[in-house]
């Protein structure tokens, strides 16, 4: 008997429905147990890679405190060689809760899907971008301790 299992694009699209219903733990149902999360263009002081559910939660738990985002836009995705990984783009739009500010913000995400769980994603955005909607000051979810623990 056969498993069919979602495929990359489903469960990205699943992913950003999650987001924005600001269901983290939902979200993060959807990674496998040891799926590792990527930030290529990560500012000083934030993580650059997180490995393992529990990492992303820690990493994520606190997001929507901080940022209420309200819908993602001009999303295309363009698929691989690999039927298991996807290239995103879109932008992100909401507001900074703290400031009110409002947080726009262009991505581009590359995300592998095994057996209907992310695996991988890497997560390219610029978080100096974001300086704007926190009064100058970097996104505070996610940041990286003295001991190089993410919190």
């Not at 149902?29 to 820690?58: H, I, M, T």
């Not at 994520?60 to 698929?79: G, K, N, Q």
């Amino acid at each position: 008997m056969t498993t069919t299992h979602p495929s990359a694009t489903d469960v990205f699209s699943r992913s950003l429905d999650l987001l924005l219903a600001k269901d983290i733990e939902g979200w993060l149902a959807l990674w496998a147990p040891d799926g590792v999360f990527e930030f290529p263009f990560a500012l000083p002081g934030a993580p650059q890679r997180l490995v393992g559910r529990d990492a992303v939660r820690g990493y994520m738990a606190d997001y929507p405190d901080h940022i209420d985002l309200r819908s993602f836009e001009d999303l295309t995705v363009h698929r691989t060689e690999d039927p298991g990984t996807i290239v995103a783009e879109l932008r992100g739009t909401g507001r900074a809760v703290a400031t009110g500010r409002r947080y726009s913000m262009p991505y581009i995400q590359v995300v592998t899907v095994h057996e209907g769980r992310i695996t991988r994603f890497r997560d390219y955005w610029n978080g100096a971008l974001a300086a704007d909607a926190f009064d100058g000051g970097q996104i505070p979810v996610g940041r990286t301790t003295a001991s190089g623990e993410t919190r």
